[in-house]
């Protein structure tokens, strides 16, 4: 039987009450939230797969869990529920991708029978997700894992352009895994069973460049005592993939262009070309209108390239994928080191719901592989984040309905956290903190005589 994860929003405490008692009793794995201020933050930082609201809530209503929901979490389904139902109300909510709407007083069968038909959609869907999953893989392990919207359509448009052999140019920040997406487009081509070869353009000088993409014939140069086929080559009958193509030398790209016009390379030291069949996916992280206003990218070499253009989205803008890339991750490492770790604390997620991540789904992967490492037990708790981003971490305020600290109280537990961030150096807490590292060892001695 499958178990699903089902969040349960009412400001009623009978009615939630009830209905989580039920829900629990099929099966199901609940999650109450007494209010729409509480059903919001538990959108924003966990997963679910059914979402049962009531529509008329203080502060955040029923209506804006609904938008929140489709826009967080697409996969979910939601059941709005009201004792207030108005025709206008039914269809806004349908409107907005609600699965059904329930008018109270309900009876239990019938929310029964409706969250089963909720439930089947989202098992139907699932299913379908990890067949597709499978599909997309490349290489055995290489997965595009996302829930947001902006990213299902750009892969949308990766596999429509795929088949048609037109050269791609993807753009992105550093991070965002703009090689995985020309892996993508390989693994969903016709040129699936010729050869991937991806060029860093950036790590190689003009003369380098030259021989690592063209090749050389004999005595070319000094020391070249054999002929030497250039990765343009050995692409040839799949794709090249060159990444940072903005750093590539001016007199190179000229090269370049010829080969894309032409489907033929000539080797350094050649006077004949030879023909090439290849599909030339490029990527930058660079603004591209400013590469070719400053002549860092030739014009027309940039119209080449620019047949599609995919424009990946930072991580910070699909936050919703936050979750989902824990979880694959955390699979990922803790099979690799053989670790049982299986879990994250729920405040790693909160603290990573808000992180800007500059470094996008590398940086992230990077943090839950450092995790996995230092984790002694089967949970990756918080002081397994790296220091630098638990300095960064936000002050943990408590819950509305939780005693409100006094000002001296808050100022402590701040103080004794940044504490605890430096390891103890109260020389780099006080410049932290923005005060005098006298004035912070009175603090610290007037906590020690309060114990």
């Known amino acids: 039987m499958n178990r699903y994860r089902l969040l349960i929003v009412d400001d009623e405490d009978i009615a939630l009450s009830n209905l989580e008692r039920i829900m629990k009793r099929d099966g199901h794995a609940v999650t109450a939230a007494g209010g729409g201020e509480q059903g919001k933050r538990l959108l924003e930082t966990q997963t679910f797969d059914l979402l049962l609201t009531d529509l008329r809530m203080e502060g955040i209503d029923g209506m804006q869990l609904l938008r929140l929901c489709r826009e967080r979490q697409p996969d979910a389904e939601v059941i709005v529920i009201t004792g207030h139902a108005t025709t206008d109300s039914t269809v806004q909510a349908m409107k907005e991708g609600a699965f059904y709407y329930i008018a109270k007083p309900y009876r239990l069968d019938e929310v029964r029978k409706v969250v089963g038909e909720a439930l089947e959609k989202v098992r139907l869907r699932r299913e379908n997700r990890q067949l597709q999953q499978q599909v997309d893989s490349y290489s055995d392990k290489v997965q595009i894992i996302t829930q947001d919207a902006a990213m299902r359509r750009l892969l949308d448009l990766a596999r429509q352009v795929a088949p048609t052999d037109c050269n791609v140019l993807v753009q992105g920040a550093s991070g965002t895994g703009k090689e995985l997406f020309a892996r993508y487009l390989h693994h969903h081509s016709g040129r699936r069973d010729g050869p991937y070869v991806a060029v860093n353009c950036g790590a190689l000088n003009a003369d380098l460049l030259a021989n690592e993409l063209f090749g050389h014939e004999r005595e070319a140069y000094s020391g070249a005592s054999s002929t030497r086929k250039g990765l343009i080559e050995t692409a040839s009958g799949g794709t090249l993939f060159l990444d940072e193509v903005t750093e590539m030398p001016v007199e190179m790209q000229v090269k370049l262009l010829r080969v894309i016009q032409e ?19 490029a990527a930058t992280n660079r603004d591209l209108s400013a590469a070719v206003a400053n002549g860092t990218l030739r014009q ?6 620019n047949v599609v253009a995919l424009h990946i989205p930072p991580l910070a803008e699909r936050d919703g994928d936050v979750p989902l890339l824990v979880n694959h991750f955390l699979k990922k490492h803790a099979a690799r080191m053989r670790k049982m770790v299986t879990s994250v604390a729920p405040e790693i997620l909160e603290v990573l719901a808000k992180y800007e991540f500059p470094g996008n789904v590398r940086e992230l992967e990077n943090i839950i592989e450092r995790g996995v490492a230092v984790a002694p037990g089967e949970r990756i708790e918080l002081e397994h984040l790296p220091d630098a981003l638990r300095q960064r971490l936000p002050l943990a305020y408590p819950q509305a309905e ?9 100022e402590r537990r701040y103080i004794e956290w940044v504490m605890e961030a430096v390891g103890g150096n109260q020389t780099q807490a006080a410049r932290t903190l923005g005060i005098n590292r006298s004035s912070l060892w009175r603090k610290l001695r007037g906590y020690a005589q309060e114990e």
């Not at 390379?265 to 290849?278: E, F, H, Q, S, Y």
């Not at 027309?300 to 390239?305: A, H, P, S, T, V």
């Not at 939780?402 to 808050?410: G, S, Y």
């Open 263 to 281: 489907r033929e390379v000539l080797r350094v030291g050649a006077t004949r070309a030879l023909p090439v069949d290849i599909r030339v996916i």
């Open 300 to 305: 027309d070499l940039y119209y080449r390239l």
């Open 402 to 410: 939780a005693a409100l600290p006094t000002l001296e109280e808050q």
